[in-house]
């Protein structure tokens, strides 16, 4: 039932939330601190592009480090086209390295320049590779010609798969480049640190990606395994990273690495949303992301050996084309994005539990475009340097850890309905919760499929079982909203200038940082119980942290 607000809305610290007359409904959040449901996995820290030179260019440096902050040298990045032939000039969808070429006597050239710069950005700003193992290099590619797409926005997608997507002409020469190439990491970086990196073979070999047979790709993926782990016998190893989550396909996959005896220390598919532009605004498809997962991890439960093996969602996403534009992709610049972040994750883990797997990551396809318009709508993480709040929302997990909790709320739409229907008809007014040796940090988010406008929640945060001899905490508040946590609103309220001026732009990066709803307070805890009011606006994200000595 709706209620009026008339006036003012205060949350936190006295902050006013909302002037004027204000539509809100209630919802009641309870989260318990003596009930651990186990581990709160930080399964946010994965994400890629299909870009891999951006990640030394000016804003791409810049991002990573941004990355690295969040959870020093426990950030892990995947990228495309990391053996894919080329002098390292980026475009959309593309990249190359030149690790591979052949001289006149066709003998194997390797040169480690780019691929070393790459990596190297990564880990001089607290990020690791999520190797990739791909493309085929157009030396080795058994069609070879044409080579380099020369794709943008609009053109059919599948006009990407040119002579880099084929099989190798001679699978020892692919074998033998790996193993050198691993080789070479080591010798760079160090064993070590080495053998803490993810490796798998290639993208989506059941999608256009792979122009070969499913068959041809278990003899890639087993010749690329044999050749990381000659050079690193206790590399971390797996795979397919596949497009979705086709029973048929990974229960093919698993079962010829069991068979073959191919080592697998992860497992992963991908899992995408599916968007549109409806009645003149976006409406998000979160229920085939979800249900995706929820396949995935049912299919990979059925088989006993492989119940507790690793499992990283290697492309987790509201859709599949970050480069691509269009009208059914406006959600990406604002809160849409950020809040469709928190309640997803939030899900997987969820179906985790239900399905008792091993749940480590899931990675979000998403990074910069360099040198693009302000805010062009691609999928990232940032634009132009600026942070959007998507980003915010992994600023916000980065201060989540150790045990989660156990949290209800009068306002969450079941997962079962989720699943089925997605988020339709009520919000999605929901919380994730978790627990350290001196902090509780609860995640609300209000969350729905349709982006427009609507009424507030007033939510009730009711906390109970804060440790016994607690008398004080302290009580803060980061927010993502239209005001808070976002550069993208501000330039729109600029008059979305197409070159800000240096005072412009310093205040759209101080827009895009997590903004605090007011100074931290201080609060009295009776009995281990601690009762918090604030209204969320839709689409928005807080992140309640309580701190105690």
């Not at 000659?230 to 397919?240: D, H, I, K, T, Y």
């Not at 508040?477 to 310093?506: C, F, L």
Request: aromatic share 12%; charged share 20%; net charge negative.
């Amino acid at each position: 039932m709706n209620t009026t607000v008339v006036a003012m809305v205060v949350g936190l610290a006295g902050v006013p939330q909302a002037t004027g007359e204000e539509w809100t409904f209630p919802v009641t959040v309870r989260v318990d601190a003596a009930r651990p449901l186990g581990e709160l996995t930080p399964i946010w820290r994965f994400f890629g592009s299909d870009e891999p030179n951006y990640a030394h260019m000016k804003d791409g440096r810049k991002l990573l480090a941004d990355l690295g902050e969040l959870s020093p040298d426990n950030v892990y990045f995947r990228a495309h086209n990391l053996l894919t032939s080329g002098d390292g000039t980026p475009a959309l969808k593309w990249g190359s390295t030149n690790v591979y070429t052949e001289d006149a006597e066709g003998q194997p050239v390797y040169d480690w320049t780019i691929v070393d710069r790459i990596f190297d950005t990564y880990i001089e700003r607290g990020v690791r590779p999520y190797v990739e193992v791909g493309f085929m290099p157009k030396a080795l590619s058994t069609r070879p010609e044409p080579y380099q797409h020369e794709w943008r926005p609009g053109l059919p997608y599948d006009e990407i798969f040119t002579g880099w997507a084929y099989p190798p002409k001679d699978y020892q020469r692919w074998e033998d480049l790996v193993h050198r190439w691993v080789e070479h990491c080591v010798e760079r970086y160090g064993r070590a640190e080495v053998a803490t990196w993810y490796w798998e073979t290639w993208n989506e070999a059941n999608f256009g990606y792979w122009q070969g047979t499913f068959e041809e790709f278990l003899k890639l993926h087993d010749r690329t395994i044999a050749g990381v782990r000659r050079a690193l016998p206790e590399a971390r190893v797996g795979g397919p990273d596949m497009a979705g989550s086709d029973p048929e396909y990974l229960r093919a996959f698993l079962e010829h690495c069991l068979e073959k005896v191919t080592p697998l220390d992860f497992i992963a598919f991908h899992a995408k949303g599916q968007p549109r532009y409806v009645e003149g605004h976006v409406q998000m498809g979160i229920a085939r992301q979800l249900a995706t997962i929820a396949q995935g991890f049912a299919t990979i439960a059925t088989f006993p050996k492989l119940r507790r093996t690793p499992i990283v969602i290697g492309e987790s996403d509201p859709e599949g084309c970050a480069a691509c534009q269009g009208p059914q992709l406006a959600y990406r610049n604002g809160t849409m994005y950020s809040s469709y972040t928190a309640a997803s994750f939030a899900r997987t883990h969820d179906l985790a539990e239900k399905h008792g797997v091993n749940l480590q990551g899931a990675l979000t396809w998403a990074f910069e475009f360099e040198d693009q318009a302000y805010f062009a709508g691609f999928r990232s993480l940032a634009s132009n340097g600026l942070p959007l709040p998507v980003l915010n929302v992994f600023r916000m997990f980065s201060r989540m850890g150790g045990r989660r909790v156990s949290v209800e709320s009068s306002g969450a739409v079941p997962l079962d309905t989720i699943l089925e229907e997605g988020v339709r008809e009520a919000p999605d007014v929901a919380a994730l919760a978790g627990l350290e040796t001196s902090r509780l940090a609860i995640m609300v988010w209000h969350y729905h499929d349709d982006d427009v406008a609507g009424p507030g929640a007033a939510v009730q945060l009711d906390v109970a079982g804060l440790p016994s001899g607690v008398g004080e905490v302290k009580v803060s508040h980061h927010r993502i909203d239209e005001h808070h946590s976002n550069a993208y609103s501000a330039w729109k309220r600029m008059g979305s200038p197409v070159a800000p001026t240096r005072q412009q732009y310093d205040e759209l990066e101080e827009a895009s940082q997590l903004a605090l709803m007011g100074p931290p307070e201080t609060r009295r805890v009776e009995g281990g119980a601690l009762k918090l009011r604030f209204t969320l606006p839709r689409q928005g994200v807080s992140l309640l942290t309580i701190d105690w000595p």
